[in-house]
């Protein structure tokens, strides 16, 4: 392997150097092979909730050669991983919802030295929300194209710090439309969906309004 797509290439750009891998939702488990290919990650655990994909991402690393470093596992999310097989966590490719409810039924998700590095497909700001209401703070952040969708990438670890009171935060994160092109079409997705929701609630225009000045260089 040479080259990931440009949404998991990003999700590769927040795992730490050296720091052991769970791919969480891995499917052909393309991120740790290639993680491992390019020296970033010593070892990894590829897992995923259905055994189809799981035996594709075993055929990837089997022809990497790579099956003495990364270890394919069937995993309803974070369950059937123990918290020292892994340092860095990428959780991937899934709604935001359903990333937030993997890190709630995680036993270890609120050790400080771990970091997840999120990727949500829906929803990113109910996952956000999540985040900020349990005490997980925004490490980094970016947004990349994919398949012509703008999809956004969050690295973050349990920090216990005070909420962000900004009704905005959710929508944002630590995102920078006014000064990022790719910011501002992710930030744009949310506008359109808030101005449909205002459609039946009228304080989603308001939201969107709002969004939309933030918007502003």
């Known amino acids: 392997m040479s ?3 440009s949404r998991l290439a ?7 150097q050296g720091k052991k891998l769970a791919d969480i939702g891995t499917d052909h488990a393309y991120l740790p092979v290639w993680l ?8 990894a655990v590829a897992a995923d909730i259905n055994p189809g994909p799981l035996r594709r991402g075993a055929q990837t690393v089997a022809k990497a050669g790579l099956s003495d470093r990364i270890e394919t596992r069937l995993s309803d999310g974070l369950k059937n991983i123990d918290a020292g097989e892994a340092e860095d966590i990428v959780i991937a490719g899934m709604g935001g919802e359903l990333i937030a409810r993997i890190l709630d039924e995680c036993t270890f998700s609120r050790d400080s030295e771990k970091h997840f590095i999120l990727q949500p497909m829906t929803r990113s700001e109910e996952l956000i929300r999540w985040l900020n209401a349990n005490g997980f703070s925004i490490l980094g952040q970016d947004c990349c194209l994919a398949a012509d969708k703008c999809y956004t990438v969050l690295s973050v670890s349990y ?3 005070p909420a962000a009171d900004d009704e905005l935060y959710s929508y944002l994160g630590k995102l920078d439309p006014g000064n990022n092109a790719t910011h501002l079409r992710f930030v744009e997705g ?4 808030l101005l449909k929701q205002a459609k039946g609630e009228a304080r989603f225009a308001a939201l969107a309004e709002k969004l939309k000045k933030r918007c502003e260089k």
């Open 159 to 161: 920090t216990g710090a």
């Open 36 to 43: 491992c290919q390019n020296g970033v990650t010593p070892r």
């Open 190 to 193: 949310h506008i359109r969906r």
């Open 3 to 5: 080259q990931l797509d």
């Open 10 to 16: 990003l999700c590769a750009s927040f795992v730490r």
